[in-house]
């Protein structure tokens, strides 16, 4: 049974993560802080190590050389909240297997974990070129440079906002990929080499989110054993990126938009103020101007967030992208999963045009993820699709053809009453005989 330590402050999502893992035939252990972890090594050999980058009175690459010194054969992978380029290149170099920024799905870390067990540590540099491979790609085909006028509308956006410091509020349907968005905003902004740090406003209990935005202080309530840093201080010179921020409760507005306005904040617990200097983007699948009117969501915060807006397009109005996008996700998939499946067959394009992809780009990856595991050839086949997906597509292709077959039924049925007299089937159509004739020929009707 291979043995995992993760190393983590965050003891609620350390909890979830472990019990998580255990589930998966995992021998877990947890520690708190640096400290901690530096005696359970020292006692302990683990196959996987999973810690924080940002933990109390440390820091989780300054790990490292110490694993490596002492557990040559124990695969590290980083997790964070704070997606920095810099510290990713600087853990790798220094040995991690790999960098996972949080939020990310239990099948992510799962993945990556089967990948460091299967990856031998000789291999190292071989995995680490493949990886940085793999990373090229993805950003080679970029979601936001499609080449519909939908997608091409969303660039230039992009573009023109990117270098200004206006809030932007990311709107559109979930699964559209505004995340994508708004690192796509931060990337070609002048503050692409500070932290892009992403909050999901709806994932956060309200007990605790004024901690989680702004930190707290060792001692100032139950259950705060050390310092912490908050989500604005975390982003502190770069961008704070609100997920569904329309989930956010009256209260925490009103202390989101004394933060934004006044561009300082005290962790809980402390009298010290912070200065900031963040850029906002914010996002949502709810109609914020509705909720406004409806008193729901606070004008003033509104306004603040919403200088620049932008609306992300749904996949169905993305129809031709849809192809890209599919090659994107099944790169990503053939990566993740080890697999080699080169191509989608001519009916399997066909469906995944078709389909209207309710949960848009989210709901792709994941359909094309479990197409790759079920696909035994490097073709890929209808048969290796969700049966929803398949039945979506044929659906949309019924709904045509009876249609069509309907009215030719009905055209022939009236003819016939009026002994073929087209002025006479016309009327009894309710169509003028010119629409009549137009039909007979479309139809290829022999009348």
């Keep these: 049974m291979p043995k995992i330590l993760i190393i983590e402050d965050d003891t609620a ?9 255990t589930k998966n035939g995992f021998a877990v252990s947890v520690s708190y802080s640096i400290k901690d972890a530096e005696e359970r090594l020292a006692s302990s050999t683990f196959d996987i190590i999973l810690s924080d980058v940002r933990l109390p009175k440390g820091n989780g690459v300054t790990l490292l050389p110490q694993v490596k010194r002492e557990s040559p054969k124990t695969q590290v992978i980083l997790m964070t909240g704070y ?8 853990a790798i ?6 960098y996972i920024s949080k939020p990310f799905t239990p099948e992510e870390i799962l993945s990556v974990i089967k990948d460091a067990l299967r990856t031998k540590v000789t291999d190292f540099k071989v995995s680490r070129e493949n990886s940085k491979s793999t990373e090229a790609k993805k950003k080679q085909i970029n979601f936001l440079k499609g080449q519909g006028e939908k997608s091409k509308k969303l660039q230039q956006y992009v573009e023109l906002v990117a ?25 070609a902004s002048k503050r692409n080499n500070q932290p892009f740090v992403a909050v999901d406003c709806g994932a956060i209990p309200k007990e ?34 609100l997920d569904e921020v329309g989930n956010l409760s009256y209260e925490h507005q009103i202390q989101l938009l004394r933060a934004i306005q006044e561009r300082k904040i005290k962790r809980v617990g402390s ?39 932008i609306e992300v397009p749904s996949l169905r109005d993305r129809r031709e992208d849809i192809p890209l996008f599919a090659d994107y996700f099944l790169t990503e998939a053939n990566s993740e999963l080890d697999k080699n499946i080169l191509e989608f067959s001519d009916e399997t394009k066909r469906i995944l045009q ?17 197409a790759v595991l079920f696909s035994e050839t490097e073709t890929m086949f209808p ?23 309907y009215e030719k039924e009905r055209i022939l049925t009236a003819l016939k009453q009026t002994n073929f007299n087209k002025s006479k089937a016309a009327k009894l159509l309710q169509i003028t005989r010119k629409t009549l004739y137009n039909k007979i020929n479309q139809y290829q009707l022999n009348v």
């Design 354 to 370: 078709e389909y209207d992809w309710p949960g848009n780009l989210r709901e792709m990856k994941n359909v094309i993820k479990r």
């Design 83 to 90: 997606a920095e380029v810099k510290t990713a290149v600087n």
């Design 383 to 405: 048969n290796a699709l969700a049966e929803g997906v398949v039945k979506g597509a044929s659906k949309y292709e019924e709904v045509n053809f009876s249609k069509s077959d």
């Design 13 to 21: 999502f350390c909890q979830m993560l472990q019990k998580f893992l």
């Design 271 to 309: 009298t010290k103020e912070i200065k900031l200097d963040i850029r906002i983007i914010a996002a949502t699948n709810e109609n914020l101007s509705k909720a406004v009117e409806e008193g729901g969501f606070r004008e003033d915060l509104y306004h603040r967030l919403n200088e620049f807006s």
């Design 93 to 98: 170099k220094k040995g991690a297997f790999d």
């Design 163 to 187: 270098p200004t410091s206006m809030s932007v509020l990311l709107t559109g349907e979930s699964g559209t990929g505004k995340e994508v968005t708004a690192k796509a905003i931060h990337r």
């Design 208 to 241: 605790i989110a004024t901690s989680e935005f702004f930190g707290h202080v060792k001692g100032s309530f139950t259950g705060a054993i050390d310092d912490k840093q908050g989500h604005f201080e975390a982003a502190n010179g770069g961008t704070l990126f």
